[in-house]
């Protein structure tokens, strides 16, 4: 199995970057736009479709929304991957900053690099739109 762990800081209020994770529907717009470019809900919310702009298309299982601790649990399944479970967690900096901290754990092994190529594009689009954080 691999594992891939991301980390950045944003000069952005942990409740407004926590509003933009929760809102899972709408990473397209409140996230990552331009990494992600459309995502869609399944009926009942407990899953999205998500659709890269690479052309790569997802499906997300979310997991778990975890308000108190500020967590974010979901799942991809189908495609390529044969397990792929990953998380956002933010921990609070102090005033007007945060931290995001994404792991993510998957198999095959070998799409390990395109998997961290990806994130490494997922992490530049939210450092852009969190740093305009309110």
């Known amino acids: 199995m691999s594992a ?3 980390e950045f800081s944003v000069p952005s209020d942990i409740a407004y970057v926590w509003a933009a994770f929760r809102d899972v529907g709408e ?8 990494f992600v470019t459309d995502c869609r809900l399944e009926e009942g919310g407990s899953a999205r479709i998500v659709t890269f702009s690479n052309g790569a298309v997802a499906r ?3 997991v778990d929304i975890d308000d108190a601790s500020r967590r974010l649990a979901y799942a991809a399944v ?6 792929h479970n990953a998380s956002f967690q933010l921990v609070d900096e102090g005033p007007g900053r945060c931290r ?17 190529g990806m994130m490494d594009q997922g992490v530049t ?7 305009g954080g309110l």
Do not use: S, Y
């Not at 189908?78 to 397990?83: A, K, P, Q, S």
């Not at 995001?100 to 961290?116: G, M, N, S, Y």
């Not at 689009?125 to 740093?131: D, I, K, N, T």
């Open 100 to 116: 995001v901290i994404w792991q993510a754990d998957l198999l095959p092994t070998e799409l390990k690099p395109a998997i961290e």
């Open 4 to 6: 891939i762990r991301k």
């Open 60 to 62: 997300e299982v979310i």
């Open 27 to 34: 990473v397209h717009r409140v996230l990552a736009p331009g």
């Open 125 to 131: 689009a939210m450092q852009r739109r969190l740093e």
């Open 78 to 83: 189908g495609g390529r991957l044969t397990h």
